[in-house]
């Protein structure tokens, strides 16, 4: 049976023609989809995408027309749609990605100030000289040493400072991490 006899035959709904095909050309469309895509089940979808194409057109197709050509067309028509929707899915996940890591960061920041103000608020109940220390050490970072050196204290009065006023703060910002749900 020739190539027009056969699509002839195939266009009148003849399965064993299409079945003459299948196993004539089945190998030549799996062979070249493998040139683009690496995954074997991915490829064995598209030679099934393209003969359930090539089944579902039949009563359009044109005797008259390489059979060969046809099924190069189709596959490459779905290869090329396969690889742009992967990419517009991917395009997809990496913007939905960033969109949630911006949300996050947006709350993080949020959470942080909150934070920070609250700090701020238990550290101006300390006594005057610790939060003096606390912030001298915290805020305008400076060494122990320099802090004992700008107040006329000793490093040991500094560091039992700083212990006290971290405890302080322990002792006051449980209440307010359950409150922002951390």
Do not use: C
């Amino acid at each position: 049976m020739n190539g027009q006899e056969t699509i002839i035959k195939l266009r009148a709904g003849d399965e064993n023609a299409f079945s003459d095909i299948y196993k004539r050309h089945w190998r030549q469309v799996y062979n070249f989809t493998r040139l683009y895509i690496n995954s074997s089940a991915e490829v064995m979808e598209v030679v099934q995408e393209v003969f359930v194409k090539l089944w579902e057109t039949r009563e359009r197709l044109d005797e008259t027309k390489n059979l060969e050509g046809l099924l190069f067309i189709m596959t490459r028509n779905l290869i090329f749609n396969r690889s742009r929707k992967s990419f517009s899915e991917e395009a997809f996940k990496i913007q939905a990605l960033a969109s949630m890591e911006n949300s996050y960061n947006i709350d993080a920041e949020i959470e942080a100030s909150d934070l920070k103000e609250h700090i701020d608020k238990i550290v101006s109940l300390m006594p005057p000289r610790r939060r003096q220390i606390f912030r001298m050490s915290r805020e305008e970072h400076l060494s122990r040493k320099e802090i004992a050196l700008q107040l006329g204290i000793t490093e040991k009065a500094v560091d039992r400072s700083l212990a006290l006023a971290l405890d302080f703060i322990r002792e006051h910002l449980p209440l307010f991490l359950i409150f922002i749900g951390l």
